[in-house]
């Protein structure tokens, strides 16, 4: 699909995100570039606060991301759907050691992607990610944050 009807899609997900992580490898960097020049880039210290982070798949990024994913699905802040397609995309993705130490993510090439939903959803988690003072935490969002806010209600007040 080319790219202006992958904005024109995206386009009103964006405008409500605050932040969107795009993968800025190969084909990403074009799509990226587009999208900066739409809604700014968001880099805090080069002091961009644009909604789009590029993000280059390094090692060092992959160890973060879907370390982080992980994390977030064991404290209960991300659930695994019911889609067997999606939950086989998610379990694609393996911790990989290599000969020297180095730990990396690698996920076969398939007919259907390579592992591009559990990439998504990390890049996902990545944005809702919010990193202060108080350490990395993701922002509830939806009836999560509706569920959150009654807990601390009552918790206030019992």
């Known amino acids: 699909m080319p790219t202006p009807q992958q904005v024109e899609i995206l386009r009103p997900r964006i405008q409500k ?3 969107t992580c795009v993968d800025y490898t190969g084909p990403g960097i074009g799509f990226g570039d587009y ?3 739409e809604f700014g880039e968001w880099e805090p210290a080069a002091h961009k606060f644009g909604k789009i ?3 280059t798949f390094t090692a ?3 160890r973060d991301i ?3 994913l992980r994390m977030a699905f064991e404290q209960g802040a991300v659930r695994i759907p019911a889609s067997r397609v999606i939950r086989e995309d998610l379990h694609s993705m393996a911790r990989v050691t290599t000969k020297n130490g180095e730990v990396t993510y690698k996920a076969p090439h398939t007919e259907d992607g390579h592992a591009d939903r559990c990439t998504a959803l ?3 988690v990545r944005a809702a990610t919010f990193t202060g003072s108080a350490g990395n935490f993701l922002v509830p969002t939806g009836r999560r944050a509706e569920l959150m806010a009654e807990r601390r209600s009552k918790e206030v007040f019992a």
Request: charged fraction near 30%; include cysteine; charge should be positive.
């Open 53 to 55: 982070e590029l993000c």
């Open 122 to 124: 990390a890049l996902a």
């Open 35 to 37: 999208l900066v020049k």
């Open 17 to 19: 995100a605050q932040r």
């Open 66 to 68: 879907f370390s982080k």
């Open 60 to 62: 060092t990024l992959k």
